[in-house]
């Protein structure tokens, strides 16, 4: 079975902290990706990664960056966390030719 | 981009039976996924279709028109568990993305 792993199931950050979120799959999948989840809105895509050291910005990038040093891991930060990126956000991956995403547990940020 | 559409809240009793609608307007299109979620849970992968027409699998089928831009979900014999979030998510051709629908809440009832 194909397991994505996330760092933390639960985060509360205050303002203007940095914030690391990890995601890991041990699929070798090539293609992983960051969405945040609010409610009415679904999922919108922030980055995804189609190789290692390689980024695509999706659709809301702004005050977050992204890295992937290796295949296996794909890490997405808040250089400077503010109360409006308070959400569920999530980490998926998948094969470049199946399409078909397998998502982790996710992450409920708090920043206050 | 896609414009990606469906109903935001459905209720049914349970043992009937739920159609989730979803339409979609793309410039392009190399298929359309269906995901489960449960509340405070990761989407679960329930279905994809490429070419017109159904999918079965169990109690859930989906299906697929190109031309009109429009699929469906389908979900019999209903069960308490089904409770839950449906996505629609549509991928570009060449592309590694898939667009997401904001969801269908179904509540399934006693």
């Known amino acids: 079975d194909v397991k994505v792993t996330q760092s933390s199931r639960y985060l509360v950050k205050r303002t203007g902290e940095k914030v690391f979120l990890e995601c890991v799959q041990d699929?070798?999948?090539?293609?992983m990706f960051w969405y945040r989840q609010d409610p009415g809105l679904g999922l919108r895509l922030i980055y995804f990664?189609?190789?290692?050291?390689?980024?695509e910005k999706g659709d809301i990038p702004e005050g977050y960056s992204v890295s992937r040093e290796k295949k296996e891991r794909f890490s997405l930060i808040l250089e400077s966390a503010s109360t409006n990126q308070t959400s569920m956000y999530l980490c998926?991956?998948?094969?470049?030719?199946?399409?078909?995403?397998?998502f982790g547990p996710g992450t409920r940020l708090t920043v206050t | 981009g896609q414009n990606i559409d469906q109903p935001t809240e459905m209720t049914a009793t349970e043992g009937a039976i739920v159609q989730i609608n979803c339409t979609y307007q793309?410039?392009?299109?190399?298929?359309l996924f269906w995901y489960q979620q449960h509340a405070g849970e990761a989407p679960t992968f329930l279905s994809y279709?490429?070419?017109?027409g159904l999918e079965e699998k169990g109690r859930f089928s989906s299906f697929l028109s190109r031309s009109k831009g429009y699929s469906y979900l389908l979900l019999k014999e209903l069960q308490m568990k089904d409770s839950a979030s449906y996505l629609c998510?549509?991928?570009?051709?060449?592309?590694?993305?898939?667009?997401f629908g904001a969801g269908t809440t179904v509540t399934v009832r006693a």
């Open positions: 998926a991956s998948s094969f470049t030719d199946r399409g078909k995403q397998y």
């Open positions: 990664s189609y190789d290692v050291k390689m980024k």
């Open positions: 998510a549509v991928r570009d051709p060449g592309d590694y993305k898939l667009s």
């Open positions: 279709n490429v070419l017109d």
């Open positions: 699929m070798d999948h090539e293609n």
């Open positions: 793309t410039s392009g299109f190399n298929g």
